[in-house]
């Protein structure tokens, strides 16, 4: 052989080309649409890191978040991966480690359009100021070894995470619950609404037994729980209307309407009348593909991608998100993240991310309610306005105790809240590190 | 830095060809090559470059002062000095903390634990490093002059941070004076896609994929789950590591440095024998050259040579129980087939060897991959039915069901088959000629490409993947 053959030829013109493309391409991107996330940026040179080698272990990260063309490669590796490996069927199984979750925290540039697009309503300070960026979360508890995997399944067109009923897990949410029952149960009346999930109402034809029942896990639960802490049954009536459109395809969340079924049975718990749905106006947003399917990038769910249907608050609110100290108004339904691609259910609750929020309605009934939520409770929240003066939303992940009160119990005293409410769904009652971040809530002193 | 990696691919490689293509003239191509290591060592490691390079310079003049002297005693005695060096270094790093733990166990006393860390590779070169004062000293080959030609032998990026442990004498040639020729590096690209190919299109995917079992809460393991599980994790390490040796034996070959092969089929042996003399074939013949022969081989001593090769050969993988157990289970394996089951041989169907050979190599896996005893005691169990909360779940049979082609692809891949039929193609094919290319060229050519646009591609979507002997 005395010349190059063709593969020598175009591997070395493929690494090549590919090489001087990198340099060239100066327009790197900041985030993932695809994947949903912040790409690595580039590491600063510094000696301490150059030393202990982080540097180079930083930057080779960055090289390859940021590669030419990936989010577009990132697509052919899937079909690839599905055209290759992995055999058409009626169901399928996509593992994934959970400890790089996605579940529903806005990515950072979230900051950038909201500094864009809002005034912050409070003048005296200028929104360049460096926001202190001390520890977001309240806790940092290693993870938890072992319920490291998740499961999703595709049926019909439909991502669906498989329940797996961790005992532990849900003892310690009751535990939880049962330390702000001590803390403020005289004082304030508790709820507690768990969210199930799609899982509980798909059809899995012949895979009965292949997730575990939330209805006894939900049992379970509120077995545990003090006697003083009342338990929301939203099992039933969604149970009732599972044909409906309950839940989204292909993201995780249920749908408005789900939610709103949901704080039916709210209000029946408390002895109220709800307000029905035929006095909303609704917004649709169409060409939703959102978080289970970013997870499973199968094609059945993207030929038939979601609608989002919100309703329109008819109560007159002001809605003030904080960002540590910085206070915006932003609207319950926030049309400016419709035009997203996966993350259309920000929409909610203008994504339900501040540091805590605050929402006042024209209602003068003295009635002040406190909702500590994941993301489930940003669909939910909007159905309360008519019924409350001023409601407080807290997403535990979110809260900052520097910016704020210390703990729950002085918020609540300060604020002069008089209910509080737990939304929160049922894989993050069987997610350690969101449980920790809630009992961090009350426990700091 | 790895090989699998789009840094690698698309910076340091091609920078590193063109100036190593460009520069016509041996002593300017080495020291390149030199440069070119310590960097990509550095790339990650850069404090432990230190050991790294006083390494090299140790067993250098180590190497010319054995050879220098002529006194057998004087030769033999430094010798063992600089054994017993390299090795406490290797210990050092490697089993220090592993050894003051056990001992404040075992002597309910409160040593200080420290942990400084491995150095990347340090069992590979200690190892490179030990067998050439060895060779030097039994004077199968002459000690190399150069300090630099010598720091090139250990330090050569090709197989420095995860094998093979190439021997010096069988680079002795190319490190001095390397042809470079067309078909050589031909062969090296081939030899090269192929290898990225086996890490990131097979073991990647069976990391992924294994987690769905591996990773399970074991109680609610079934039998089916966990012979499923181990299995893949047995696809991941072999494509993975042979994968890696392919990449840096073709890395050898596109530099004009000829590698011995590491891996041959080991999973169509039919004995735990056979397999090691197929898996991981450059440790597997230092230890046999280096200690068991030494010890007596099989002429004296013969079991005790063989459970000392397998003690070390355990540890040598890692300072933790698991792997001296998974040792000791292969020297128990080996001796039983030595004594009793290779005497039968004949007797016993072909087919009943290819179970036991499953059985054994699966279960064998599962010591190497639980860092805890008791878990992976519990794991064997689930395998064989004991304490199994089921045979089967829905979960196992939807997910064997939907990559039943990944396993069956994976498993064709570990069998020389895909090779035999290129050898018929080119058989046939060999004299047909399109242009001045012959049609099996093309042929290998287009199959080697679309490899490489699809590794590249699935490089992408796959975030930082070490490699699993990485670690060693």
New interface residues.
Partial sequence: ????????I???F???V??VA?IINVNKPMVSEMENRALKQKPELKMAT????SY??D???Y??DT?IL?DR??K???N??QV????E?D???I?S?KSKEYINVPKATDDKNEDNKENPSDETIPTGTSIPSSTPTPTNNPYNE????G?W?VVDGKAVE?F?F?KDNFDFYAQVLNKYNQKIGGKVPIYSLIAPTNSEFVQLR?????TDSQNNAIAYLNSKFSEEITAVNAYDVLNEHKDEYIYFRSDHHWTALGAYYAYTAFMETKGEEPITLDQYETVTINNFLGSTYAKTMDKSIEKNPDIIYAYLPFVNYKYEKYRYYQCFDADIIDMKYADTKLDKYLVFLSAGDGTWSKISTENTNGKKLLVIKDSYGNSFVPFLLPHYEEIYVIDPRFYDFNTSEKNIADFIESKGINEVLFVNYMENVNYREFMLSLEGLINNE | ?VFS???F???F???N?FLYYVINNNRYRNAVLIISSLAFY??????WITVLILNAFFNYFIGVSIEKRRDKCKRKGILVLAIIANVFVLGFFKYFAFFTENLNTLLDINLPIINIGLPIGISFYTFKSISYIVDVYRGEVAAQKSPFKFLLYVSLFHHLVAGPIVRYKDVEQDINKRAL???S??NG??C??IGLGKKV?IAN?AN??S??FL???YS?LPVLGAWAGILLFAIEIYFDFSGYSDMAIGLGKMYGFNYKENFNYPYIAKSATEFWRRWHISLTSFFKDYVYIPLGGNRKFHVRNILVVWLLTGLWHGASWNFVVWGVYFFILLVIEKFVLLKIEKKIPKIIWQLYFVVVILVGWVFFYHTSISKAFQFVSIMFGINASSWS???V???L??????IV?ALIGCTPVIKTIFGRIKGSMQKKQIG??SVD??I???V??AI???S??????Q??NPFLYFKF
Avoid: H
Avoid at chain 1, 1 to 7: E, G, I, P, V, Y
Avoid at chain 1, 84 to 87: A, M, R, S
Avoid at chain 2, 401 to 406: C, G, V
Avoid at chain 2, 456 to 461: C, F, N
């Fill in positions: 052989m005395k010349r190059l053959q063709l593969d020598a175009a591997f070395l493929i690494i090549a590919l090489g990198n150059v030393l202990d080698g180079f272990s930057y080779t990260e090289y390859s590669f990936r490669l990132l052919i590796s899937n690839i991966q290759l490996f992995i055999k069927s169901v399928k199984i593992v480690d072992g319920d490291g995997v499961y399944v498989l797996k961790n012949n895979y009965k037994g292949i | 830095m990696n789009l840094f691919l698309c910076v490689l091609p920078i060809l550095a790339w990650g490691e850069p404090i020729s067309f078909e590096f031909n690209v081939s090269f896609i299109i995917q992924e994929f987690k769905a990773n399970m809460d609610r779940s829905p979960e049979r939807i997910f069901n939907s990559y039943m082609i990944f692809i001045s290319y060229q093309l290998k050519s287009t080697n490409i490489l646009i699809v590249i591609i699935m490089l992408v979507g975030s930082y």
